[in-house]
């Protein structure tokens, strides 16, 4: 079973602060992605990593696979109130009967406070 | 573009009650799922549909059963609830399951509460 550990589970900071959320885990992934999710609203999709040391930019939200393909990281600059959210990494279960299955961290709720 | 619609948004059962989730999606998506969220455990999938006419199980099947009534369509039911299974339930799609990388979409959630 491949698992997903997120880190930390919960970070309250104020606007304008950077932070950084991990997903790390012990199997390799052959991509991950990160959803971000509103209250009362369904996660919705950021970003989609799929080499091993490949960075994506997203306005201010930036995105990292590790080299090995066992972890990312997601990294907010200058944080603003409408950042706040929980922040879900997810990564696709391995084998011919997969059928885009994820699996997903337990997730980071981040409250940015103005 | 509603995506995927699921009904209803709030329920409140008594113990041994049983109820029907319903989803919706209008994507033309082949690939069907149905996830329980709780606190600190991110999303839990219980049930999916690779394609019009099947289903398996995911990780947290137990008390759950499912159908994929078309290839719009995929209900979930409990047929008698417990207070175990409070929670957010969200039900997502996608394209084609064998088709890597694609995003899931998902539904805004039904939050169920069993008394």
């Known amino acids: 079973t491949q698992l997903l550990e997120q880190s930390p589970q919960f970070l309250s900071i104020q606007e304008g602060e950077n932070l950084t959320v991990y997903c790390n885990s012990s199997?390799?992934?052959?991509?991950l992605q990160w959803y971000r999710q509103e209250p009362g609203e369904g996660p919705v999709l950021l970003v989609t990593v799929v080499t091993g040391g490949e960075v994506k930019k997203l306005k201010r939200l930036t995105f990292q696979f590790g080299d090995a393909r066992k972890d990312s990281s997601l990294h907010i600059t200058a944080a603003q109130t409408g950042d706040t959210g929980l922040y879900l990494c997810?990564?696709?279960?391995?084998?011919?009967?997969?059928?885009?299955?994820?699996?997903f961290g337990q997730g980071t709720i981040l409250t940015v406070h103005p | 573009n509603a995506g995927v619609t699921q009904t209803p948004k709030f329920q409140v059962l008594k113990t041994g009650q049983s109820m029907t989730l319903q989803c919706a999606q209008d994507?033309?998506?082949?690939?069907m799922y149905w996830y329980r969220q709780d606190p600190g455990m991110g999303l839990r999938l219980i049930y999916y549909s690779a394609s019009e006419g099947t289903t398996d199980k995911g990780e947290v099947p137990n008390g759950y059963n499912v159908s994929r009534l078309n290839k719009r369509e995929f209900s979930l039911r409990l047929e008698s609830a417990a207070p175990s299974q409070t929670s957010v339930y969200f039900c997502a799609s996608i394209l084609r399951g064998f088709i890597s990388n694609q995003p899931q979409h998902f539904g805004d959630g039904t939050r169920l509460s069993i008394l």
């Open positions: 994507m033309n998506h082949n690939s």
């Open positions: 997810a990564g696709p279960e391995t084998g011919g009967t997969s059928y885009g299955k994820l699996t």
């Open positions: 199997s390799v992934f052959s991509s």
